[in-house]
């Protein structure tokens, strides 16, 4: 193959890919819209905002958006909304009275499990409905996307 028609090859699979990418986005994209939460259930937003407080006993609002990859005031008006619904508290540093600490409570980590079980659920059934050669495949280039993506 001559030099400029591999580069009109690899331009086309460039193309292809976009299309595809820009496609797999909107059918998530679909997906939370057509799965829209009950009231009193958890949004993913919401989700792994929480997520991100389950394996320690308090985070800082900033600690918070970092951990759950949003910004301070992102997760400043999660965090409000949670804290009325009685899934989290706020606390202030007794090292630091400006400073105030996130956790969860109780209800807020009952509440984060069902919905943890939830998407096990539907991610379970989204892999059984691949073919098993795509089962191999998805893992290893879901995680290289994931690692390309955090380096874009």
């Known amino acids: 193959m001559s030099g400029r028609g591999r580069a009109d090859g690899e331009r086309d699979a460039a193309d292809r890919f976009a299309c595809a990418w820009d496609e797999f986005v909107l059918a998530i994209r679909r997906s939370q819209a057509r799965g829209q939460t009950a009231p009193g259930e958890l949004t993913l937003a919401q989700y792994y905002l ?18 759950a990859g949003v910004a301070a005031p992102t997760a ?4 409000d909304g949670l804290e009325r619904a009685g899934l989290l508290r ?8 400006r400073a105030v600490h996130v956790s969860l409570t ?4 009952a509440q984060l499990e069902r919905r943890r079980r939830q998407l096990a659920a539907r991610r379970r059934a989204l892999y059984e409905r691949l073919e098993p050669g795509e089962r191999d495949q998805s893992e290893r280039l879901l995680h290289h996307l994931a690692e390309l993506i955090c380096q874009l």
Do not use: H, P, W
């Open 90 to 97: 706020r606390d202030r540093s007794t090292a630091d009275r």
């Open 106 to 109: 109780k209800r807020g980590r």
């Open 50 to 67: 929480l997520s991100s407080l389950a394996a320690t006993d308090a985070l800082s609002i900033s600690e918070l958006a970092g951990a």
């Open 76 to 79: 400043t008006r999660l965090v």
